[in-house]
């Protein structure tokens, strides 16, 4: 059963992992149960979770799994085999490693089997709780440009493009780009939001255009390149976008096609902005193109279109030669000084080392 109101993992009563998988989207709303380490492994390289604060979470979980189904004698061993283990499922969303680092942290404060099975349970349970607060909170930052937005509009429709997906189906709720639209419709503004379509896995087309819908925000799918025309002719008043690892000095990294986002709003003097949970910063690095890894995913994401066939069941197409090969790197990196600003859950800030370090004192 899906809870209500929804959220992208829980436990069910029997206590099992529970997440949507987001691969049969929005075709197909399905309920997928996680039993053990590999299963979290696989829903995280195959995409069925996906988004940094979503990956990390359900790593979190894992490790729990880790806990409990380890054998006395050798704990520790497995216990850490584990830890490695998911570590290696995706190499770009800090978050992943975060949440894994800070779990591994907290069952070592304890010996016994029993002692670290609970700890683990409950250091995730509280990753998800804190994702759900720091996307609320994300979203009360971000709200005042909407507002700032359409006051200047006399009231009209605020039109906001957005790449890939950083709603709640990356996150748990809220989402951190679309809290701030959520709470936007709430206090009664009027929005619409502009989703690329976000190749090659389509996930703008679909989970945010899926997302939107369900929360009945008015949205119009584009295709990637579209929004560049948009932004020409004053259709779009504000870019937010998530991101998977930001550094110190604020270059961010996002799904491939971001930083072609970055360029058009620069030349078109329109705010862009970036939504990010403080677990989604890298303090250990400084320079985004040079020390953030760039995934490079299977060449079949490009090769292959998945939607519903004319029988009405999710298929999937070759768009191009058999024989082509394909480049699919999942993420570009958007250096700083084309970011208006950093929404996060203590408020806005610069994108530099300073105006983070002044929200959160990590230097």
């Not at 109101?5 to 929005?26: A, F, G, H, S």
């Not at 197909?28 to 995409?47: C, F, G, K, S, W």
């Not at 404060?109 to 409950?122: C, H, N, R």
């Amino acid at each position: 059963m899906i809870p209500n109101p929804l959220r992208t993992i829980w436990l069910n009563d029997q206590q099992e992992v529970q997440i949507i998988n987001q691969t049969l989207l929005p075709h197909e709303l399905r309920v997928e149960t996680l039993h053990n380490v590999e299963d979290v492994y696989q829903a995280i390289v195959q995409m069925i979770v996906r988004g940094a604060p979503l990956i990390g979470a359900t790593a979190a979980y894992g490790l729990w799994m880790a806990c409990r189904d380890a054998s006395e004698a050798l704990l520790e061993h497995e216990i850490e085999k584990a830890a490695n283990y998911l570590r290696s499922s995706r190499p770009t969303a800090v978050n992943l490693f975060v949440c894994i680092d800070r779990m591994m942290a907290t069952i070592s404060t304890v010996k016994s089997k029993s002692d670290k099975t609970a700890i683990a349970l409950e250091t995730a349970h509280a990753i998800v709780a804190e994702d759900i607060e720091i996307c609320r909170m994300i979203g009360v930052h971000g709200l005042p440009l909407i507002e700032a937005i359409s006051q200047r509009k006399a009231g009209e429709t605020v039109n906001i493009l957005t790449h890939c997906n950083a709603g709640m189906m990356g996150c748990i709720r809220w989402g951190t780009i679309t809290s701030p639209i959520y709470q936007a419709m709430e206090k009664g503004i009027k929005v619409h939001v502009w989703v690329d379509e976000t190749r090659p896995r389509n996930q703008g087309s679909n989970l945010t255009a899926w997302e939107l819908g369900q929360h009945n925000v008015p949205h119009t799918l584009i295709v990637d390149n579209t929004g560049g025309h948009l932004m020409q002719h004053d259709m779009v008043d504000l870019v937010l976008v998530g991101t998977d690892r930001t550094t110190r000095q604020g270059d961010v990294a996002n799904k491939i096609g971001t930083y072609l986002k970055a360029l058009a709003a620069k030349d078109n003097q329109i705010p862009f902005y970036v939504a990010l949970p403080s677990t989604s910063i890298d303090w250990t690095i400084s320079d985004g193109l040079k020390e953030i890894p760039i995934e490079e995913r299977n060449q079949d994401e490009v090769k292959y279109f998945q939607g519903l066939n004319s029988s009405g069941k999710i298929d999937t197409v070759l768009i191009c030669p058999p024989t082509t090969p394909a480049a699919n790197y999942g993420f570009d990196v958007t250096p700083a000084r084309l970011i208006s600003g950093l929404i996060t859950e203590r408020g806005i800030c610069d994108a530099t080392e300073k105006g983070l370090t002044e929200l959160f004192g990590m230097f």
